[in-house]
């Protein structure tokens, strides 16, 4: 995420801390509300109708466009297999399963400071997540492989690929699925992470903005913690006025 993308507000400290404890019960809230929607869409994700035969299932049957789908996803796999995950280009089918279980986790991203560029702080989304099918490579792990803190392990990298894949296909092959999730009061993005080759990843917005303090601020607070990383913080006045689509819509459709 570039620095240009990020909005920036001035805190004191006292303001600091009142906004931190919001953001974490809006946070919590928005979490807790996104897995139970999660729940219920879940069989709206389902791998198997966009691949059909080519997924190795319980009921491996042929789906209209599934040639089509594993093409395109044999295509994407095949420019960010080798950097910089080092996998091998060519796909075996049928695919290993992939999960029914939907999860999601915060996005975060790498923050270099203008005092300190030698070093990355890790920010934390407020609103903002990571929709993935249930992996034993969730997007963080790969994260970690791929950077050198844990140990690669090739099968899980390759499976991990597969699934994200899958998921942003689903997600633009299904304009439906995109206004269910945006009268949920979701924005769904596809985004391309640069240090995972280009992976595309889909993301989940809260109509809620949020933003980030100075970055010497921000030192500031990382160095007293001792941990770098800061989360984003809520802004109050965006939450009183936080948008309703229907409502935009229908005054749209009597103008």
């Not at 690929?161 to 009268?183: F, G, R, V, Y």
């Amino acid at each position: 995420m570039s620095r240009e993308d990020i909005i920036r507000k001035d805190v004191d400290n006292e303001k600091f801390i009142q906004l931190r404890k919001n953001t974490e019960k809006i946070a919590d809230i928005l979490f807790k509300r996104l897995k139970g929607h999660l729940g219920i869409l879940k069989p709206l994700f389902n791998p198997a109708k966009l691949l059909g035969a080519y997924l190795k299932s319980a009921n491996m049957e042929d789906v209209p466009g599934s040639d089509k789908a594993f093409a395109r996803l044999q295509e994407q796999y095949t420019a960010i297999c080798e950097k910089p995950f080092g996998l091998p280009k060519k796909l075996q089918t049928p695919l290993p399963p992939i999960s029914k279980q939907l999860t999601a986790m915060p996005f975060k991203y790498a923050l270099f400071m203008e005092d300190n560029k030698n070093k990355a702080t890790i920010i934390i989304a407020a609103t903002r997540w990571v929709l993935s099918f249930q992996s034993e490579c969730p997007y963080s792990r790969l994260k970690a492989m791929v950077a050198g803190e844990e140990t690669r392990q090739a099968d899980d990298m390759k499976q991990a690929l597969i699934e994200h894949l899958t998921m942003a296909a689903l997600i633009e092959n299904s304009k439906e699925l995109i206004q269910l999730l945006a009268d949920l009061r979701y924005e769904t993005q596809i985004l391309k992470h640069q240090d995972l080759g280009g992976l595309p990843v889909v993301i989940l917005k809260a109509p809620i903005q949020s933003f980030l303090p100075s970055d010497e601020f921000m030192l500031n607070v990382t160095q007293l913690s001792g941990i770098p990383a800061f989360q984003e913080l809520v802004d109050m006045d965006a939450l009183e006025n936080m948008p309703d689509p229907l409502k935009k819509s229908l005054q749209q459709a009597i103008e």
